[in-house]
């Protein structure tokens, strides 16, 4: 590993005011399970390295009416065994319990998932499925970015250099909106997943749809919306055949890079598979 | 690693040739190059890459080792290095237009890459690879409507 220069503020302000120092060169540390292995295989050199471990308030988990806030610096462990976090919604409690292994989730973070923008991690999946919204701020501004805006393509969102992610919020949920979030674990259960899917709905009196959101992962450059997917289901009972349909539009909307995990086609059509048995368990 | 793009330019084939076959021109039309400059039949430059926090500068040189213009096929060579993260590549590109007007325009590229840049696997690769060469075609089109 190169040497860089190693600064830990204390305050936020601080923070953001060394990132405005030298943006282009400087790399925020969080859990660093993703950037220390970039930087011991040299594939990133920063100049310097700003780690935020004494943040503290940026490890807070809130819940109230408006919905649910997490902290950037909040841990997956701690995420999944959140009390605030399983009564908004049990199924991103469990996104939270599916990522990797035990050790990484203790250590790494939901704002360094995020930004590392990788399209298979499990938490931007359930995320978008969920309406979530980044804040990030730079010491210039603050600024809210609705998650279907923030990812652009492998590896990079819509956060300029010096702006750092500080929280997700998510809306209060329909009333018995029903989530799941299935992950397709073909190889290994720490592996990446060949595709997940996580999926939302809310239906009327008579069965019918009234909300419905389908995020796909590792389907595309990005974590992707089955929007035409989502639109077919709603007005619709959830059934057979509204499934099957959603469950095609939502393979179509895929866009896979092929790898060890599966080629373009294999993963679209599994896609489409685990999108209609996420549905038929929450219909 | 193979690669192959098939790219349709709505111009005749004469023009399409031309402009690929002024090298620096065309070089500039490369997304991320900087510093292009012809040295006898070589053109060199540098071609800059982000993938995430991932940053390439690769520094090398192109040249055209056959030509048929009868026929409208070439074969480029180019070798570059990267002075940000360590690694090479070298690579084999045939060109090939056929028709006019709209000329289509097919790159087989045979690249090795050897180094720290290997590791950022090849769908990676394959990717960045599909985007500058749609950002190549885009500028390659603007470029010959304006001759």
Known sequence: ?283 | MKLEHVVSIDAPRSRVWAGLMDLPAAARCVPGARDIAADGDVVRGTLEVRVGPVRLSLAGSVIVEQRDDIAGTARLRADAADQRIGGALRAFVDLAVTGDGPTQLRVSTDVAILGRIGELGQPLIARQADKVLAGFADCLRKTVAAT
């Open chain 1, 1 to 283: 590993m190169r040497p860089f220069e190693y600064l830990e503020p204390e305050t936020l302000d601080e923070a953001l005011a060394l990132l405005a120092e030298d943006p282009d060169d400087t790399l925020v540390l969080a859990g660093g399970t993703s950037l220390v292995i970039l930087m011991k295989q040299e594939l990133v050199r920063p100049a310097r390295v700003i780690g935020l471990r004494k943040l503290a308030q940026l490890r807070a988990i809130r819940s109230g009416d408006a919905g649910l806030t997490i902290g950037a610096l909040a841990t997956h462990g701690s995420l999944a065994r959140a009390s605030d976090v399983n009564a908004f919604s049990p199924a991103l409690a469990a996104t939270f319990a599916a990522v990797a292994t035990v050790r990484i989730r203790e250590q790494a973070t939901v704002g360094g998932n995020i930004v590392h923008a990788d399209p298979s991690q499990d938490p931007p999946v359930t995320l978008l499925a969920l309406d979530a919204t980044a804040v990030a701020m730079s010491k210039a501004r603050a600024r809210r970015i609705p998650f279907d805006e923030l990812f652009v393509d492998v590896f990079e969102t819509s956060l300029e250099p010096d702006e750092l992610l500080l929280r997700v919020e998510l809306p209060a949920l329909p009333v018995g909106a029903r989530a799941t979030y299935k992950k397709f674990l073909p190889n290994t259960l720490d592996d990446y997943a060949t595709v997940a899917v996580a999926a939302v709905v809310a239906t009327d009196a008579d069965g019918r749809c009234t909300h419905a959101r389908i995020a796909l992962g590792g389907a595309g450059p990005v974590p992707l919306r089955a929007h035409d997917a989502e639109r077919s289901l709603v007005g619709r009972r959830l059934d057979d055949r509204s499934i099957t349909e959603a469950a095609a539009l939502a393979a179509a909307a895929t866009d896979p890079i092929a790898d060890l995990r599966g080629s373009a086609r294999y993963k679209r059509a599994m896609a489409g598979v685990w999108t209609e048995r996420a549905l038929r368990e929450i219909a």
